[in-house]
């Protein structure tokens, strides 16, 4: 083992000898752009969280984008080039023990799906709607899981895991429905137009879906195109972000908006999901399922106001996709 190491020391000392230092220079300057580069890009690279243990992410960053909605940043625990390692249409599910007054402790957990995914190094961000207590009649405790965040201070860390989900897409408007049975098989489903319906924060997987479809495959042909509904205007989330799409992806990207209490001169649509607004503003059923619907929101937005319209335009279970 000595004589080993002798030996190599050896052999650096007769590289060093007869290399000349422009040459030595180049070579270090080759393997360290190597290995930035593997670090930065290795799309192989073990994901941040894992779908069983939770893991504890500290948060970094805090906004407030209106009156009930905030963005959280939280940092990646493999470090500030790790990859969040989120396969596009999945979630991560957050958890935090709330003491009672008796001294005992109850778990609350939930799923969100994150704004940004392996485009983003270091960290994870999500856009969620804190419902506050004593607001709804019907929810008077509001949400434990949107508060808590909301009392978060920097530095405070939330239990993670993840990936969980039922959809996953590939590219090219393809993608994998998992069945809630895992005896049953997956669905696989290709897509030439996306039509979709969301609700308030439902926007978020939608975003993650558009992102993959529009802003990762420039050279695709796959359209998209989005119903959002929310109470009123001050309600809706991103939306520099989804009326700078319609013009940067313009012919791939329609969009329009509904609300309950609209301002006077509102442009777009009052009230609750239609068959009409679906018939003007998504696109038609396809015999071969190369239209497909996805929707988020309140349940009784997609029970009551999406699904029979859906169905009552000639969608088939097959047609649609519910996160």
Same mark, same amino acid.
């Given at each position: ?5 002798f ?5 650096e ?42 893991t ?30 989120l396969?596009?249409?999945?979630h ?7 003491? *009672? ?15 940004t ?20 009649p019907?929810?008077?405790?509001g ?8 009392? *978060?201070? =920097? ?6 895991r ?7 897409y ?37 975003l993650? =879906?558009m ?30 972000? *989804?009326?700078g ?40 059923v ?16 997609t ?12 969608f088939?279970?097959?047609?649609y996709?519910?996160?």
């Amino acid at each position: 083992f000595t004589n080993n190491i002798f030996a190599n020391m050896s052999a650096e000392a007769l590289v060093a000898e007869t290399l000349p230092l422009p040459i030595i220079t180049a070579i270090t300057a080759i393997a360290l752009t190597s290995i930035i580069f593997f670090l930065l890009f290795n799309t192989k690279a073990k994901p941040a969280l894992d779908p069983v243990e939770y893991t504890p992410l500290p948060l970094v960053k805090k906004e407030s984008l209106s009156h009930d909605t905030r963005r959280f940043t939280f940092a990646l625990p493999n470090g500030p080039t790790g990859l969040l390692g989120l396969p596009v249409g999945q979630h991560i599910t957050l958890k935090f023990s709330e003491s *009672l007054p008796d001294g005992s402790t109850k778990n609350h957990q939930r799923s969100y799906t994150p704004t940004t995914g392996n485009d983003t190094l270091g960290t994870v961000t999500f856009v969620i709607k804190v419902y506050k207590a004593g607001v709804h009649p019907k929810f008077p405790e509001g949400g434990k899981m949107s508060q808590h965040l909301d009392s *978060l201070k =920097i530095g405070d860390t939330v239990d993670m895991r993840g990936p969980k989900g039922h959809m996953t897409y590939h590219k090219n408007g393809s993608f994998t429905v998992h069945p809630i049975l895992k005896k049953n098989p997956p669905q696989q489903r290709t897509a030439k137009h996306f039509g979709m319906i969301a609700g308030g924060t439902g926007i978020t997987p939608m975003l993650q =879906i558009m992102h993959a479809v529009l802003r990762d495959e420039p050279n695709s042909d796959v359209t998209v195109s989005l119903i959002y509904a929310n109470q009123s205007e001050d309600d809706i989330l991103v939306r520099q972000e *989804l009326e700078g799409a319609v013009e940067k992806y313009a012919g791939r990207f329609k969009l329009h908006y509904t609300v309950d209490n609209p301002p006077e001169g509102w442009k777009y649509s009052k009230g609750f999901i239609t068959k009409e607004m679906i018939q003007t503003h998504l696109p038609a059923v396809a015999s071969d399922g190369s239209t497909q619907i996805l929707m988020c929101g309140p349940p009784p937005m997609t029970k009551f106001a999406c699904l029979p319209n859906l169905e009552a335009l000639g969608f088939k279970k097959t047609d649609y996709f519910v996160f």
